[in-house]
Every structure is written in structure tokens, then in C-alpha cells.
């Protein structure tokens, strides 16, 4: 396995650290990590570097890199505050891939808003064949809201515990102060947008009709925001048939970062599984 | 700015030279020592806008991955003080050979800071040094740490109904909020006690400080009776290293990157 620095981009101003493996011309796809939030591209807990290294022992080269204006990549001097800056970022990180002969076609990997990216990016070019998701996008189902609050209404303590926790939640937001300027996690650019179901139905009908490998995975941390059962992803969409091209994992008892060593070695052993059943052949 | 790997090929550390970007460019430079785990993980953006402010007013500056960290090679328990201290000297004369700075200063955040004192005491030619929020006591450290993780095991709205998880066995047991924190890691940190270092050999050194910075004390009246002290920055507000609910956020620190570029003159 070796590893280098590259730049790129129209400006050279895209860092990111290509991991080769020591036997190329596979044909296996390239990963690519996007930047899951403000994070730098080593990723949460260094996952990035981690899986990298342990799927270039695989075979599978991967590019980890920083979009415009996070991480150690400079801002374009166009600007980045065009919502679809960070496509183009991932348009020339593929580029760059496929001119250097690091690959033809390639799965992105973004957890969080780096899976809105992922999945945009995916929509957009023809050479992404899979995409990894990390509590991606998802759509409640009534399902979702019976799980979600039937142990609250068949419990009495539970219902008076959840009614105290919200109206604590409210109470709490309500004396936050203004503060002394925004965040970077109440810059819009990093709150999550989720698409019209319509329109997302749409997508994953193109993305099948190429035949693109999909895994989506969620944890814990999104449990009782949008999703909570192993099957929901499909209940949402019942009129699509994914002919073989989607996966979804839950990891219940995971939290969103997967912070726990034991969680992520488990995640990883889902991602590289899946990889090798849908890429290897 | 200039990415790179640069020491030996069989342990390359991930470095960033960035050139002055004013046009009266100083002969001087910063080389930035983040801290390590998941504070590195945190303070990875303020060490860009540290290092932007530091190049506008004319200075070159270095910042690098330690072993086994960021885009380093190998895993954490590749890494320990007497390894990150190497690194740390390679490092310094990697930004020489690369910017022909004749003046270095050092910062460094958390255990940064002490692994800057530590290898400036050893001989890397600093002239100053600045140490932002040390970790001034390496035991009360990993128990601080150790404490951390243990509360968030039990975090309800980290884990859901998962909570609490078990602590973890067999090969994941050494671990401490998100990275492997190998035994002898653990026991190297402890070993920490910055005050303890002989003040004699530190360059001017000075202290940035989050308000209620424990030991802090003690270090500064040492590197006063030394004459080593070249000043004290106490910073307004508290920091929120020790609170668990801050792990995943972003440090930002205004106040404390204004506080370095003025010990560095940058802040003019």
C-alpha cells in the first residue's frame, strides 16, 4: 500500500491523499471519502485513513479528499457558497482519478452531508457504479411513527418522561443565547436538506436503471429523528424495484460517528463485504 | 500552501508547508503541534485559520500529523511522547530546509503544547514557544478522558435505546472516545507533568489560557523563576475540553487564536 499527496482541481486547490494498493489493474472501483460535515477528510475518528488502508489491502485504490474551502482545501476563487460547488469538487476528484489511471468507475462514501454529496454526485456522473451511505437520507413510513412513540403511549412513564423531555427541549432552546456569531453548524451550508420524496424517487430510479450499487446504512443517532427499522427504506419507495441494487444496513445500537471501536470494525466488515459481493466478480 | 509527505518512506508523516502571504515576508516562522485523539479531530479547522493568520502577517508555517495520526502513517499505537517528540524534531527541520527561516517558533494545543515543550527542551532551536491550554498533569489527563468515555457509554441521546453499551473487551478494550488508546499510550501520557520540565532549557514561552486552567499556576511561576516566561494570555471564557457533550463539535477559538498571533507578533 502506498500513499500520496495530490492537488487538484481547476485551481489546484483540492488536497487529498490517494491510497494505491500494491497490486493495481483489478478493475476494481475507487472509493472516494467525501467530508462529513466540517470534518477534514481523515474523517470521523480517522475512519477515512482507516478503511482506506484496510480496503487497499483488498485491492481497491481510494482518494480521500476535502471539498472547497474545508479541510486543508482552499476556497475556489469563484467562491463556494453555490450549493453545487461541492459536485463539481467531486467531478474533478473523479477527473483527476481517471486521468492519473486510478480508476473508471468509482463509489462515493459520504456519512451525514457527505452522503447528500454522495448521493448528487452519484446522480450526476455516469462513472459512480456504488455509493455508501452513513445515515443518508431517509423518508418516515407509519411504521416509523408507531415504533417511534407506541412505548411512549402504552407506557404511561415513558409518555410522561418523553412530554417532559421535549417541553425540557423547548424550555432549553428557548434561553439559548444569540450568541456572538454563526457557527459553522448553523451555516446552511451543513444543514441537511432533504429532497422532495418525488424527486429522490426519481433519482433512485436512474441510479438503478445504471445499475448503481447502493448501501445505506443507519445508526442509532437517527433513530428517533427518520429512521428506525431495517425495512423502512423500501417501505418508503414500494413502487421501485431496486433489482438487486440496494443494501441497507442498520447498526441499532451504533451511535451516528461511530464512535465505538467494536461499531465501526462491524461497519467496515459490512462495507468491504458488500464491495467484494458487488465488485469483485 | 504546499501538502506533503516528507520523512522516512517507511513512517512518511503528512505535512503542510504554508508560505508568508504578505509581501514584507519575514525570515521567521510557526511550526503548529495539534493535540492528539479526538481533540485533534476537533481543532483540525482552527489550526487552518491559526495558520492563514499567521502567513498574513508575513510568517511561514508548518503543521504535521504526528505517527499514527491524521494522514500519518500507521495507528496510534505506533505513536507514544518519545516518538511524537521525533516527529516533532523532523518536522522543524523539514519547515528549515523548506522555507530557510533562521527564527522558529513553536505552538502547540493540549497535549501539542506538551510535546512542544518537551521537544523544545530536547533541542529543536526554538526561539519561542507558546502553549496554548496544556495538559498540565498527564495522569488527571487520561482519567479526565477515561471518565469521559465511561459517561458516554451511558449517553441516552448518543446511543439510543442501545444505552448503556457495555465497555468494550478482548481487542477493542483499550480505547478512550473514539481511538484506540493502547495501555503503554496510556501510560506514557500519565507520565505528563509539564511543570516538571526543567525550565532552564525551555525557549520564552508563553502561556495561553482558557479561564480555571488547572496547574496552570505552577508552570508559570517555574518558567518565571527561570526567566523563561515571556508572557501570560488569559482567555475570557472557559474551555469545554472536559465536556462530553462538546467531543463531536468543532473548537473554535477566536479569542485564543488572536491570543497566539499577538505572542507571535502576527497581530499586526
Known amino acids: 500500500m502506498k500513499e500520496r499527496v495530490v492537488t487538484f482541481g481547476p485551481e489546484r486547490n483540492l488536497v487529498g491523499v490517494l491510497t494505491q494498493p500494491d497490486q493495481a489493474g483489478r478493475n476494481l472501483p475507487a472509493l472516494v471519502f467525501l467530508n462529513a460535515g466540517l470534518l477534514h477528510r481523515v474523517g470521523p475518528y480517522r475512519m477515512h485513513v482507516d478503511l482506506a488502508r484496510r480496503l487497499a489491502a483488498r485491492g481497491y485504490p481510494s482518494l480521500r479528499f476535502d471539498l472547497a474551502g474545508r479541510g486543508d482545501s482552499a476556497r475556489a476563487s469563484t467562491g463556494t457558497d453555490d450549493p453545487d460547488a461541492p459536485l463539481a469538487d467531486i467531478r474533478h476528484a473523479l477527473d483527476m482519478l481517471e ?23 452519484a446522480v450526476l456522473d455516469p462513472r459512480v457504479t456504488g455509493t455508501i451511505m452513513l445515515d443518508g437520507y431517509g423518508y418516515r413510513t ?12 402504552l407506557s404511561p412513564a415513558r409518555l410522561l418522561r418523553s412530554i417532559s423531555s421535549r417541553l425540557g427541549n423547548i424550555l432549553s432552546h428557548a434561553r439559548e443565547p444569540a450568541g456572538d456569531g454563526p457557527r459553522p453548524d448553523q451555516d446552511e451550508e451543513f444543514l441537511w436538506r432533504l429532497p422532495a420524496k418525488a424527486d429522490f424517487a426519481g433519482d433512485l430510479r436512474a441510479l438503478v436503471q445504471r445499475e448503481t450499487r447502493m448501501l445505506y446504512i443507519y445508526t442509532a443517532g437517527v433513530s428517533s429523528d427518520y429512521y428506525n427499522y431495517q425495512d423502512q427504506f423500501r417501505d418508503a419507495f414500494p413502487d421501485i424495484d431496486f433489482r438487486g441494487c440496494l ?7 451504533a451511535d451516528h460517528e461511530f464512535t465505538l471501536l ?5 461497519m467496515f466488515d459490512t462495507i468491504t463485504g458488500w464491495l467484494d459481493r458487488n465488485f469483485m466478480s | 500552501m504546499n501538502p506533503y509527505f516528507f520523512g522516512s518512506s517507511q513512517r512518511p508523516l503528512f505535512g503542510l508547508y504554508g508560505p508568508p502571504l504578505a509581501s514584507a515576508a519575514a525570515d521567521a516562522g510557526v511550526l503548529l503541534c495539534y493535540p492528539a485523539g479526538q481533540e485533534y479531530m476537533r481543532s483540525h479547522w482552527t489550526f487552518r485559520q491559526l495558520a492563514y493568520r499567521l502567513q498574513r502577517a508575513g510568517l511561514h508555517t508548518f503543521r504535521f500529523d504526528y505517527t499514527g495520526t491524521g494522514d500519518s502513517a500507521g495507528g496510534l499505537e505506533d505513536g507514544g511522547i518519545d516518538v511524537w517528540c521525533e516527529d516533532i524534531r523532523l518536522a522543524a527541520d523539514e519547515f528549515r530546509d523548506t522555507s530557510g527561516i533562521r527564527e522558529l517558533g513553536v505552538v502547540g494545543l493540549r497535549l501539542g503544547a506538551d510535546l512542544a515543550l518537551k521537544a523544545s527542551t530536547a533541542g529543536i532551536g526554538a526561539n519561542h514557544l507558546v502553549l496554548w491550554d496544556p495538559v498540565v498533569d498527564g495522569n488527571a489527563h487520561i482519567e479526565r478522558l477515561t471518565a ?19 465497555p468494550a473487551s478482548g481487542r477493542y478494550r483499550e480505547q478512550l472516545l473514539g481511538f484506540p488508546f493502547p495501555d503503554p499510550l496510556r501510560a506514557d501520557i500519565r507520565r505528563i507533568d509539564t511543570a516538571g520540565e526543567d525550565p532552564a532549557a525551555v525557549p520564552a514561552t508563553t502561556l495561553v489560557l482558557a479561564a480555571e486552567h488547572p496547574g496552570a499556576d505552577v508552570l508559570e511561576q517555574r518558567l518565571a523563576a527561570a526567566g523563561r516566561l515571556r508572557g501570560r494570555q488569559d482567555l475570557g471564557s472557559r474551555s469545554d475540553w472536559d465536556e462530553l457533550s462538546a467531543i463531536n463539535n468543532t473548537f473554535l477559538a477566536p479569542e485564543g487564536v488572536d491570543a497566539v498571533c499577538r505572542a507571535m507578533g502576527a497581530d499586526r
Do not use: I, N
Open chain 1, 99 to 121: 486521468e492519473g489511471g486510478h480508476g473508471t468507475h468509482f463509489v462515493l462514501f459520504g456519512l451525514c452531508t457527505g452522503a447528500d454529496h454522495a448521493h448528487r454526485g
Open chain 1, 142 to 153: 407509519w411504521k416509523f411513527f408507531v415504533r417511534r412513540y407506541a412505548p411512549a403511549l
Open chain 1, 247 to 253: 443494501q441497507v444496513q442498520m447498526f441499532p445500537d
Open chain 1, 262 to 266: 467494536e461499531d465501526r470494525a462491524r
Open chain 2, 148 to 166: 469521559m468515555h465511561e459517561a458516554m457509554l451511558r449517553d441516552r441521546d448518543r446511543f439510543g435505546s442501545a444505552c448503556p453499551r457495555s
